[in-house]
């Protein structure tokens, strides 16, 4: 089918236009009405939308985008017209909105397509207050940038709508005390703010990849949001701070995999396992460019190390040609800008692919009694696979069963018991 | 073939607080349903109104504003087709999504003169 013919017809909707042009609108309207003002924000980007539903059902307009923005500037223009927004303009805003005419030039200037990316990141560092929980920037995130409503969110982190609203609640609180949005420009890697930013779009990012869905083990949606998210900010202020190149590679790294992470029946496959010709290489290529970026600092971050490792993973053609000492160097080193128990599990995996099983199932017993690891089924999982490289297959049978009995999803817990099936002697 | 049309009343244009994807989800089903009627060579061609505007009534020609309709009876819209019956035009009408929304879709057949 060609190009023209696609556009002609009325089904050929871009993808999450609607979401997406949600946050578009919603931050480009916060930055001229002021955080104070989110709500009437909101109402005029729902009426915009309202109206694209009922003035698109037979026919799309040519530039669709172009289109919502006119409208919602001319709904915006009612509302400062009929005085509904709260004058609490911070200095300088506070004259030009006050009059009609400078009033549009603001609303122009905040809607233009060149101030898209920065109205998002703006927003996005806003949210991030740091008198919020993270889940509560995660919720943020998702509702005023991602487009999504209270139910779409409860049903991403499989929670309660009420739950979801009460965290809405909490943020549009702290919302109506700020008059500007926060400012584009970063004070450097220590700013508290991106660290917020970053550690709120990784854990967007880690719900869609290691989420605890029970029929999906992948939320693919989520994952992209992460990804398209973070692009404001490398590609923001400088070209971005390097520990958000670092993010940015780590997801690229880890989504690439995505293809060959679960069989047909949607049970995940071991590493071993995984059909590498279908990992993708283009996202591959735009990680290793973003770690690439991320080197230009002189800080080695926890980001950076775990963007490294996935790296590792990634450019190995099979998992016996893994440079396994390379990543039990990395996990060395992420160790000690983080001594977790996790990394420290993980660390004694690469361990025992490094060729030291013994030395990695004795810093995996050491780590049993870890309260942080008591119900963590990859602790169990990680330990059979030490076990069976040590060539003790009925302990590995036996912790690949207990990794089961912790799973979180079903796909998970087939995905253990398969392994466990694997070590179980036959005599 | 004759000449039918669709009068819209109600559905998900009159619904207020859509989210944004409910309200792409439902886009795409008219695009779809669209999409279908002109592939088949009926050749629609639609209007779509705004909420608002003027009613003028009776001798006195009384303008006020508004339709004046109930949310579910409000007209939301009208489309041409060409169909070869009427029981064709409403078997083709049946397809239309605006019911997911409790719209209705009114068909009347084209007056030929001549």
Known sequence: ?427 | MAKFIYVFRGGAFVEKGLSASAMQEHLKLWGAWMGELAKQGHQPAGNAVHDGGRTIRGKKKVVTDGPYAELKDLVTGNLAVEAASLDKAVDLALGCPIYIYDGSVEVRPVQQVG
């Open chain 1, 1 to 427: 089918m060609n190009e023209s013919a696609e556009s002609d017809r009325p089904e050929a909707l871009v993808a999450s236009l609607f979401r997406h042009e949600s946050g578009r609108l919603v931050a480009a309207l916060t930055r001229a009405f002021g955080p104070h003002n989110l709500q009437l924000a909101e109402d005029v980007v729902q009426e915009a939308l309202e109206t694209a539903l009922q003035a698109w059902k037979f026919q799309l307009p040519d530039n669709p985008r172009a289109w919502l923005s006119k409208v919602a500037r001319n709904r915006a223009l009612d509302v400062i017209r009929r005085g509904a927004v709260e004058r609490r303009f911070v200095d300088g805003h506070r004259e030009q909105l006050a009059s009609e005419w400078a009033g549009a030039t603001t609303l122009e200037e905040s809607l233009a397509e060149s101030s898209t990316a920065e109205n998002q990141l703006r927003m996005m560092l806003t949210v991030c207050q740091p008198q919020l929980s993270e889940e509560t920037q995660v919720t943020l995130i998702l509702k005023f940038l991602c487009g999504f409503a209270s139910g779409e969110i409860a049903a991403a982190f499989l929670s309660t709508e009420e739950t979801i609203d009460k965290r809405l609640q909490r943020g549009r609180a702290v919302l109506r005390q700020i008059e500007l949005l926060a400012p584009a420009a970063f004070a450097g890697s220590e700013d508290a703010r991106l660290g917020a930013v970053l550690r709120a779009l990784y854990l967007l990012f880690n719900e869609g990849y290691h989420g605890s869905h029970p029929s999906m083990p992948t939320r693919v949606v989520l994952c992209e949001e992460a990804i398209r998210l973070c692009a404001f900010l490398t590609e923001g202020v400088d070209s971005g701070a390097p520990q958000a190149h670092a993010l940015m590679a780590l997801m690229c790294f880890h989504f690439s995999r995505v293809p060959g992470r679960v069989d047909s029946e949607g049970i995940y496959l071991p590493l071993a396992q995984q059909d590498r010709a279908i990992w993708d290489r283009a996202l591959m290529e735009r990680g290793l460019a973003h770690l690439n970026h991320s080197a230009r600092g002189s800080e080695l971050s926890a980001l950076h190390l775990e963007a490294s490792i996935a790296c590792q993973h990634c450019l190995a053609p099979s998992l016996a040609a893994t440079d396994w000492n390379v990543i039990l160097g990395l996990y060395d080193l992420l160790y000690k800008c983080n001594p977790s128990p996790v990394i420290a599990i993980n660390r004694a995996l690469a361990r025992a692919y490094a060729g030291d099983p013994q030395r990695a199932l004795s810093e995996a017993v050491e780590l049993a009694d870890e309260p942080a690891l008591a119900h963590y089924p990859f602790y169990w999982a990680a330990r059979g696979e030490i076990h069976a490289r040590a060539n003790q297959r009925d302990a590995a049978h036996g912790c690949y069963q207990r990794a089961a009995t912790l799973a979180r999803s079903p796909a998970e817990e087939r995905a253990f018991l398969r392994n466990a099936a694997t070590h179980r002697d036959p005599g």
